[in-house]
């Protein structure tokens, strides 16, 4: 595997941002009025490339590893957050300026604090040390732990003003479902519940009760930032892909575990963060069995999102497994997809062991049994608790208190009845309950074990949980497929250039009319005609404009091939590759078929069997 | 064109119900707790159907008409919606039960009121009349208009209660966009306004500055529906797909016209519904020339949306006109395609001239020019007005009303200019500001004229709407592919068979060993590999059910071709066609070409030609 750098060498921000204005690959939502941070619109080369990364996500995914794909919806009544913790829980932590009601994301304003600090030529090394130490762990730190540090530095707001006590601040935006206005609903912040709370449809309608099986879900979320920043990096609503797979907690081995265990991937364990060294290129196999990745299910997920990444053509792509006091206290082990942007390492791809948290908040909070069923391969001796209570006894030493006696009964753990059939035997025992205070004794109530043959066992399953922020993965693709091409005069040298895979790239091939001339109108029709019918998006220039400024307008789009129409007259057209800026003289009739072979999702021909079957008809720089 | 029924005839909706629960084709959202009304979950199917539709609307608009895509937000800043009118306009006119608080639609509420009345067998031919006529009439009713009705036939509630005085209830969901909780945010009752928004940059970027072109977007859309029914048809989120055709108002012809204009179609116009007779069967080229149809970009679209259900394997759709008094007070003209279904005939996809309103509104709400330019083909004199203030003067004689004298001068109309110049000419005249009283003379302000070369002008463009209710679509489409296959013997009269285009099934092929042998495994796992590269979906079946019931499974799930695997020895495997339950022998190497071929988005191979070509099997009833 190629080495990873420390940054995205040559790339500046300024050019690339104004390309991707000037071209719209993506800008500021209700533009007219001035924006609204945090929401973005993609423009139509990044809208297509969105659509071609879902579609080979679902290729990839969905079909490949028949996955069950549910589409859920956005707005969910409050009980179910309540139930996953999110209501008390999916919080940031914000203060106010005291004098001007703005609001400020305290961990983020903490590690701003540092860098200016870190950026002062005069910093001592002790300084250098305590503040990058600081801004590592601010994301960590709880509400005390931001306003210890508040107070130690004496922080003021950006207006110079006295800043508030922390608080927190839940992220999701709420609103009110139906016409009477008192239910509350949210907007999901992530996919996982609506895949979760179809598990038992799922199991039903799809499965035949089969496990282990996965859900998947391609959606939008919305989390209400605080400081949305960074283009699509940190905003108000984004679309996710997700896949919530079920196994059973005592079997995580994985049936195609083979076939993806020599894949390598850059693999930053807790083990070398903590020690600052670098992430070291391993194969899945050997992570798994030196139990670097907790299991293999776990670790043929990353595997596979390795190979979805690099298909998709991102180039630097680490893991970085999550520390112990970073993850959920439900989860097992954390593997992050990283890519690496002009703004550092982006966590692209989240995949979580998350245990089974899920559907066990959600079987207590509706009160349905969220469970899968286990046949043993050999039925088994259990032995299992008895409550025996003498209903009619009961009835008559309790009375009302009877229901009341029963539950409290039912309510007790194996151990408590085991003590309180001790205390039995020597007599009566008095108990107090919210109705009374009673007498039991052991007349009516009596606890004993049973040997039982059992066939099989219920349990809640374990989720393990991939979780991609398409908009994410696109946006740091883009800026790793981004160069300038120069020229030998040494002009022209702003001649943007986007790298994108033939599957990523907005469109596959531009036809292009060496010059505007009536007679070459009919081609560029017919070979359109041809490509949209075998479903190859294409974008045509008929304008006046000279060929080579044909080529950098498509370069700049990342369209990866052209085909230039000419007056020849031999039947042959030119097709570029848009790198290495090498044509050839291609027939007409065989064109669209090669462009298809080129950008074919699976196993696409290369650029180089081309220039081995057609002559060369010299670069086009 | 095949006639079009009343009604969906041997249709049985709790049949059909129990086939989309059980496969879980559909279902309400969070089912564990109960369900939400209105808010409803895609199954497995029915996701896969949709990823497939959405996927041919791209290749069939976006792709073959060059349309920029966009991926716009859900939530929207209030000042959008304020300036398009949503926020005073966009609500349904409810009553509230005064005891309970329950909330009712007042339309839909008389509606029901009237088809109870008319299903009285006591009822008189004049009541007939009066309750047929409000039942059409309820819903284009005013809140005073619904009052006087609910007044006059003294209705209660469903609890027997009185009803409030009606009042009207905006459908958006709103909620609180940032920390600090003051800016106002909803969330889209429809996508216009993202594309709309999104016009000066894509005719800038993508399109060098041409007209016409459209923009084209795919993504939910929310409404607080007071009334959610009818499974999928009226829900509170749902998915459209909408394009936004910007086109100069003064030539609506279109390009591609000859292409479609012997495309047939059901058209029920304005005075085919007032004089109550049926839709007609005509020519888009007919319904344009002949005036139905306003212009041929408008019959351009309603022509490429016949061709779109088709594929899609609509059966029943009829196009329905608006009424003049239906539509917005701007639109020029609008059809919806109406598919029927069980509860009658339902709006599915509405294609509307919405002439230049939207970008007059954000125009005026924004402060930004939303225009385009013409540069006409010869120049042409024009006669402008010219507003003459002499500065010096009028600083000197209006002091600090200066400002608002000269805003108020600007903004006079041409008329009110030239009748200012009259009175001008015989003296002073005294006008009145907020700011004060000030006297105007012709010493201070002339108006003349001046006739100019024009090389062309800017326009603000005229939108054409097709606007596609996804999930209508596919819940007609479902239900009316839908049928009981029966057999000889008269048992097994319940399979039910969903007849889904090879285009719009979920899965294209099923792959069923006989038996369960472990040799045949080798064999389904190398076709499932094979038709996985290919992009093509399947499903297997390798459960010890008989071959009759596997088949069974798969035809209730719609899929329209099974790949049998047995012993026979002869390199080959069964292929069977669903509808007709036909098999032909096709050797192992061959069939997934074949399949590949019958399931081509674009001119797929037919069935006829596959029985033509390989040896029967004998059907597999």
């Known amino acids: 595997m190629t080495a990873l750098p420390d940054k995205l060498t040559g790339f500046n921000r300024v050019e690339f941002e104004d390309t991707c204005r000037r071209r719209f690959f993506f800008g500021l939502a209700f533009d007219p009025y001035g924006g609204t941070a945090g929401l973005y619109d993609l423009g139509p080369p990044m809208c297509a490339m969105k659509a071609n990364m879902l579609s080979f996500w679902r290729q990839h995914f969905v079909l490949e590893e028949n996955m069950c794909e549910v589409d859920t919806t956005c707005l969910t009544p409050e009980e179910v957050f309540i139930a996953s913790g999110h209501v008390t829980r999916f919080n940031d932590v914000m203060v106010r300026d005291t004098v001007s009601g703005e609001c400020i994301r305290a961990d983020k304003y903490i590690e701003e604090f540092c860098e200016t600090k870190l950026k002062d030529p005069k910093i001592t090394p002790e300084d250098i040390d305590t503040f990058k130490k600081l801004h590592n762990a601010a994301g960590s730190f709880n509400k005390d732990e931001l306003a210890a540090v508040i107070a130690k530095y004496s922080l003021k707001s950006p207006k110079g003003n006295a800043l508030s006590e922390p608080f927190p601040f839940n992220l999701m935006f709420s ?16 996919l996982a519940q609506g895949i979760i709370l179809n598990f038992k449809r799922l199991m039903d309608s799809g499965n035949a009760q089969r496990m282990p099986f996965a859900g998947a879900c391609i959606g939008n979320a919305f989390r209400n930032e605080i400081a949305p920043r960074a283009a699509l990096i940190r905003v108000r609503e984004f679309t996710l892909a997700e896949i919530e797979h079920f196994v059973n907690p005592s079997q995580k081995a ?16 807790r083990a070398l963060q903590s020690a600052n060294k670098e992430p070291e290129v391993m194969t899945i196999g050997d992570a798994v069995a030196n139990k670097l990745v907790d299991n293999e299910t776990l670790g043929y997920f990353i595997a596979r999102t390795q190979l979805f990444l690099a298909a998709c053509g991102a180039k630097y792509v680490r893991f970085r497994q999550h520390h112990l006091n970073e993850m959920a206290h439900y ?49 088994v001796m259990v032995r299992t608790l008895q409550r025996t209570i003498n209903k009619a006894a009961a009835g008559k030493a309790f009375g009302k208190n009877n229901a009341a006696v029963v539950a409290h009964i039912n309510n007790l753990s194996e151990e408590e009845c085991v003590a309180l059939g001790e205390q039995l035997q020597s007599g009566e025992v008095e108990i107090t309950l919210p109705t009374g205070t009673v007498k039991l004794s052991s007349a009516i109530v009596q606890f004993t074990f049973k040997d039982e043959k059992v066939s099989g066992r219920n349990y809640i399953p374990s989720v393990i949980e991939p979780s991609f922020g398409i908009g994410r993965v696109l946006y740091s693709i883009l800026e790793q497929s981004y160069w300038i091409r120069r020229d030998d005069t040494g002009k022209n040298d702003k001649r943007a250039v986007y790298s994108l895979s033939p599957l990523m790239a907005p469109q596959k091939v531009a036809i292009l009319p060496l010059m505007v001339k009536p007679e070459l109108e009919p081609l560029m029709i017919s070979l359109r005609d041809e490509l949209v019918v075998l479903g190859i998006s294409n974008r045509t220039d008929d304008s006046g404009a000279a060929i080579g400024k044909k080529y950098a307008r498509v370069d700049e789009l990342g369209v990866p091939f052209c085909i230039t129409l000419d007056f020849a007259g031999d ?14 003289r291609v027939p007409r009739e065989a064109v669209c078929g090669v462009v298809q072979a080129l950008c074919r999702t699976v196993n696409p021909r290369d650029w180089a069997s081309v220039e081995a079957e057609f002559p060369a008809q010299g670069s086009s720089e």
Chains 1, 2 share one sequence.
């Open 331 to 379: 989860a097992q082990d954390c593997w992050d997809a990283e890519l690496l942007t002009s703004y550092g390492w982006v966590e692209c791809v989240g995949i979580a062991d998350r245990s089974a948290y899920d559907l066990t908040c959600h079987s207590k909070g509706s009160g349905k049994e969220l469970s899968a069923r286990e046949e043993f391969a050999e039925p």
């Open 175 to 190: 609103s009110k479902i139906g016409p009477e206005g008192h239910k509350t609903g949210y907007l999901r912040p992530e």
């Open 254 to 269: 994985h049936a195609k575990f083979d076939r993806i265990k020599d894949v390598q991937f850059h693999a930053w364990t």
């Open 571 to 584: 039947g042959c057209v030119t097709l570029r590759e848009r790198d290495s800026a090498k044509q050839v």
